[in-house]
């Protein structure tokens, strides 16, 4: 009982960003660096699974994954093997970064309210932070970008976003300029909307869950634990937003890609 009350009197409601713990080393940090750490060796025994040629689990998984987005990306660029395969590498390369770091992030909130409570001030789910999502939307962005300059050309691109004179008279000329502004201040809100949808998804996520625990472990006299058995649901519900918010950010980036890629 006085665990869970002194748990609950440092309920620790985190940043839009991460936290120092030591130095510059934030709690963003520490968590991204172990995720990778745990992707690296999982990657590794995967690689040697497949060279060796050993039936497990984890290398069928990973076979069906990859032929699953294979045939997804295929169908999603309208048959086109050849443009399908540029753009899984980062397509489904934010798409595991994010579903997998969505449950890497509940696994270390689990850790934290059920058996280590201190973690929680060391370590947090990596899409809580503004500036981890922020950067994977820079990513796409330019890499859009790119798939636009080399569709169109340095020069038809920034044509394209200033001076789009193109139109049989002035009044269609003065349009598509206008229409052009327009894009090029989408390409901002583009980077704005998807770093802010997932950071927002993710972050309230955790704040609903460790609120909720905490008054209902408050309307219960302490008693933790009953907040922790009655927020189960919301874990579920959260892996199910984690799953979503990565494939809506794939399929965004699937459309903006073959948009970039028109030559119109």
Known sequence: ???SNGWLEGLHIPLIQGEYV???????????????LVVFLIGMYAKYLLKNNK?????????????FF????????DGDKKKARKYYPL????????????LF???VDWFGMSILPELLYYMRPIHSDLNTTLVLSLVTVVYMLKVQIGAQGAGGTLKSYLFDFRGGNFLEKCIGVFVGWLHAIGVFAT????????????FAGIILIWVVSALLASATGGLFEIGRLAVIPLWFF???????????????????FKGASEHH
């Open 22 to 36: 030591y130095g510059p080393i934030t709690n963003i940090t520490i968590t991204i660096v172990i995720f990778w």
């Open 105 to 107: 992030g509940l696994v």
């Open 191 to 202: 980077t704005a909307s998807l770093s802010l949808r997932l950071f927002g998804n993710i």
């Open 1 to 3: 009982m006085a665990a």
């Open 70 to 77: 294979d045939d997804q990306l295929r169908d999603a660029f």
């Open 238 to 256: 959260e892996v199910f937003v984690a799953l979503i918010q990565a494939i809506v950010f794939m399929y965004l980036m699937i459309a903006y």
């Open 55 to 67: 039936k497990s689990r984890l290398k069928l998984f990973f076979l069906t994954f990859t032929k």
């Open 91 to 102: 397509i489904v390369g934010m798409f595991f970064i994010i579903l997998f770091g969505n």
